[in-house]
Structure formats: structure tokens, C-alpha cells
């Protein structure tokens, strides 16, 4: 499996570097990068495209669903998990019309979060 890159854009810098440590354990392949703020990890996606976001949706300066409608207008080809504790079916309807393939609450993770990204590299 080729080199995939992942941008996790999440403000919890613990639940951030915790994240990335076990989907590397999990998918050695990934090259991880992080983003604290929704406009940082907007300029990293711009300059890099990743092949990969997970996006919390709320983000300090600018919601992740709004990083989201972003990195799709912009014609990226960056495939969207929203990684959030919001939930409900608005939040769920507005990930998806703004361009997210998927959306996860935090609490449901671990179980599923492997599976989504594993389907992606499967994918590829």
C-alpha cells in the first residue's frame, strides 16, 4: 500500500496526538500531519492536498464544516471524516452537504473510525 497522507484538524491537542499515535500503530503507511485551528489546517490542505482529513467541527476560529465547503471548493481531492462530539441529524446533514464523505462521533471511534479509513485505503 503506497504512503497515504492524513491531516487531523482537531483543538484538543491530547486527543489529537493520541489519535495519531494509534492510527499509526494501526496504519503504518500514514503520514500524519496536525492542525490546531480550522484555518491552519485550510493553508496546509491548500499547499499540500492530503489524501485524507479528519475534521472536528468545532474548531476555534472557523467551524470544520466550513473548512470542509473550503477544501472542496477548492477542487481538492481530500476525502473528509468528521471527528466530532456533536451529534444529531443536523450536524450529520450539514458534514454531508458540505462535501464530507463521513461522519463519526468521538464517542464511537475506536470502533469505528479503522473501518472508514480502511475502506479509503482499500480504495486507492
Known amino acids: 500500500m503506497k504512503n497515504t497522507s492524513l491531516l487531523i484538524i482537531e483543538d484538543h491537542k491530547t486527543l489529537s496526538l493520541?489519535?495519531?499515535?494509534?492510527?499509526?500503530?494501526?496504519?503504518?503507511?500514514?503520514?500524519?500531519?496536525?492542525?490546531?485551528t480550522g484555518t491552519e489546517g485550510l493553508?496546509?490542505?491548500?499547499?499540500?492536498?492530503?489524501?485524507?482529513?479528519?475534521?472536528?467541527?468545532?474548531?476555534p476560529d472557523i467551524s470544520g464544516i466550513e473548512v470542509t465547503k473550503s477544501i472542496k471548493k477548492l477542487g481538492l481531492k481530500t476525502?473528509?471524516?468528521?471527528?466530532?462530539?456533536?451529534?444529531?441529524?443536523?450536524?450529520r446533514q450539514e458534514s454531508f452537504s458540505a462535501g464530507a464523505g463521513s461522519f463519526i462521533n468521538k464517542k464511537e471511534m475506536y470502533s469505528k473510525l479503522p473501518?472508514?479509513?480502511y475502506s479509503f485505503l482499500s480504495s486507492k
Open 43 to 59: 493553508e496546509f490542505a491548500k499547499t499540500n492536498n492530503p489524501d485524507l482529513a479528519l475534521i472536528d467541527i468545532g474548531l
Open 79 to 91: 476525502e473528509i471524516i468528521i471527528l466530532t462530539m456533536l451529534d444529531g441529524e443536523k450536524y
Open 115 to 117: 473501518s472508514e479509513i
Open 18 to 36: 493520541s489519535l495519531s499515535f494509534w492510527l499509526k500503530e494501526l496504519f503504518p503507511n500514514l503520514t500524519i500531519t496536525h492542525a490546531s
